[in-house]
């Protein structure tokens, strides 16, 4: 059962939300190139914005745990 929340696991994790995320950006700027999502240009821009901003913060937080920077306690 705690398996689903040891550090490999969730680093795991974390590695397919930072493809995940990469995707879905890649595929709203596709969609926006290829007129086919209807969004106002500063609207796409707002929103491929936060979009990168969550996929940069995950990919930080991927580096720092491979480089061994995050610590976990064993009190829990």
Same mark, same amino acid.
């Given at each position: 059962?705690?398996?689903? $929340?040891?550090?490999? $696991? ?21 969609? $926006? ?44």
């Amino acid at each position: 059962m705690y398996q689903r $929340f040891s550090p490999q $696991f969730l680093h795991l994790r974390l590695r397919h939300a930072i493809i995940a995320q990469d995707d879905k950006s890649e595929a709203l700027a596709s969609e $926006f190139v290829q007129a086919q999502h209807g969004l106002e240009i500063e609207e796409f821009v707002k929103e491929y914005k936060e979009l990168r901003k969550v996929y940069h913060k995950r990919a930080i937080w991927n580096e720092r745990w491979s480089n061994g920077q995050v610590e976990w306690g064993d009190d829990a």
